[in-house]
């Protein structure tokens, strides 16, 4: 038999002294995450979403930081790859409720009430992530002070500019009218619509040949913003089916509370301007 280069029986299989696939992942810590707390079946279904969706938003934290980092220096290009990045990340994060989805109210009412006040509402990821797109409220430090470690860092992306206060700067610095009222203003809090910047953003996309790398961008921050849409509408519904309008096990209304924040608008302008065009 002639032993081909592919063959099977070439692969190296000795790694007493190297990473294995296993080592270098760390799968005995990671597939040992998981401890249910009943004998109910779909409770590990639970754990792993949650415990997936959290990797996910762990790169698009190490994704979104990145670019910010690059976008305050003024360079637009690699940024423009790694909000790819997060927009595919995203989707897999939405398709992940189709997952759970496959659980009834019935299967999970069998472990609801074990996990007591457990919520995805606490996740200090899944806010982090709010605040650096510019969902910003200061209340929702809250539920994390009781963890410094975890609380000073969200406060510190709290009181930063957003990703798109970034994004003005650049249209700033490019000669465009950004007021320094919105340039300069409470990090701390959501921003709100201004006409100016809509005029800054108008001019962008009439004359897209002379700002080309600012309207590129413009359109990728609405591809961000789209895919968080279409997560936080996948979640209400998913937990709508599952647990009608009970309240969440956080303490929120639940479906209520998600149906606000579907309605929630992070880049205001970019939306706007396809009505003023």
Not at 49 to 68: F, G, P, T, Y
Not at 125 to 153: C, I, S, W
Not at 167 to 196: K, S, W
Not at 249 to 277: C, D, H, K, M, N
Request: hydrophobic share 40%; aromatic share 10%; no cysteine.
């Amino acid at each position: 038999m002639t032993d081909h280069a592919d063959a099977p029986q070439r692969a190296h299989t000795d790694f007493t002294e190297g990473f294995s696939y296993g080592s270098y992942l760390h799968l005995d810590t990671l597939l040992s995450a998981q401890h249910p707390l009943t004998d109910a079946h779909d409770e590990r279904l639970f754990l792993l979403i949650h415990q997936v969706s959290e990797l996910w938003l762990n790169l698009i934290v190490h994704e979104l930081r990145a670019a910010m980092t690059l976008l305050d220096q003024g360079i637009t290009d690699a940024p423009l790859k790694m909000l790819t990045r997060v927009v595919r990340a995203q989707e897999q994060l939405t398709q992940a409720w189709e997952v759970l989805k496959t659980m009834t109210p019935a299967d999970y009412l069998q472990f609801r009430s074990a996990f007591g006040q457990a919520s995805g509402f606490q996740s200090y990821q899944y806010r982090t992530v709010e605040f650096l797109l510019g969902n910003k409220n200061p209340v929702m430090l809250r539920p994390h002070a009781h963890r410094p470690d975890v609380h000073g860092p969200l406060a510190e992306v709290l009181a930063a500019p957003s990703l798109y206060d970034l994004t003005l700067r650049l249209l700033a610095a490019r000669g465009l009218q950004v007021p320094e009222a919105v340039l300069h203003r409470d990090f701390t809090q959501p921003y709100t619509p201004n006409d100016e910047v809509l005029d800054a953003w108008l001019t962008v996309y009439r004359d897209t040949d002379r700002y080309w790398d600012l309207y590129e961008l413009a359109e990728k921050l609405l591809d961000v913003e789209d895919n968080f849409r279409r997560w936080r509408f996948n979640h209400l519904t998913t937990v709508e089916r599952t647990i009608g309008f009970k309240r969440g096990s956080g303490g929120t209304s639940g479906v209520g509370y998600l149906r606000q924040a579907v309605q929630i608008v992070l880049f205001p302008e970019l939306w706007a301007v396809r009505t003023s065009l």
